[in-house]
């Protein structure tokens, strides 16, 4: 089997699980639902700031059985940078155009506000091994 980071397409596909809101549940967030820092709450309720990542199933999974799609970590995806959607692929693969030293994170940390989480919000990272951030694998079912 081989396994792969998610593309960003896939990325956003999987947190949203259907829906069309912010976060897989609706369009607020809390403290109870995903790991950020509750103390700049911004978009979402003041809440708990833990200040560091949490076990995968501390959180409720989505609808599809995905744990921590909304905080805890941001997660790494196969795509290269690019400030918008102009010219992506519109069949799910990888964006391999852009600024390819850079790669695209998805789904914010424990160490950011709400809004870092929302499904859509997207950031560009040259390289860096930070303990908010984080990657998902994923295999290719025949």
Not at 109 to 133: E, H, M, N
Request: one cysteine or more; charged letters at 20%; aromatic letters at 14%.
């Amino acid at each position: 089997m081989t396994y792969r980071l998610l593309t960003e397409a896939e990325w956003e596909y999987a947190a949203r699980a259907g829906t069309s809101t912010p976060f897989w549940w609706g369009s607020s967030i809390t403290t109870i639902e995903a790991n950020y820092d509750g103390n700049v709450y911004g978009s979402g309720l003041k809440g708990m700031y833990r200040g560091k990542t949490e076990p995968v199933d501390s959180f409720a999974a989505n609808p599809w059985g995905l744990h921590n799609v909304h905080g805890n970590v941001f997660e790494w995806v196969q795509d290269c940078w690019n400030s918008d959607y102009k010219g992506a692929p519109t069949d799910g693969s990888a964006r391999s155009a852009g600024d390819c030293r850079r790669r695209v994170l998805r789904g914010g940390s424990w160490y950011k506000s709400p809004q870092y989480l929302r499904a859509a919000y997207r950031i560009g990272i040259a390289d860096g091994r930070l303990s908010l951030v984080g990657f998902r694998v994923a295999t290719t079912l025949n």
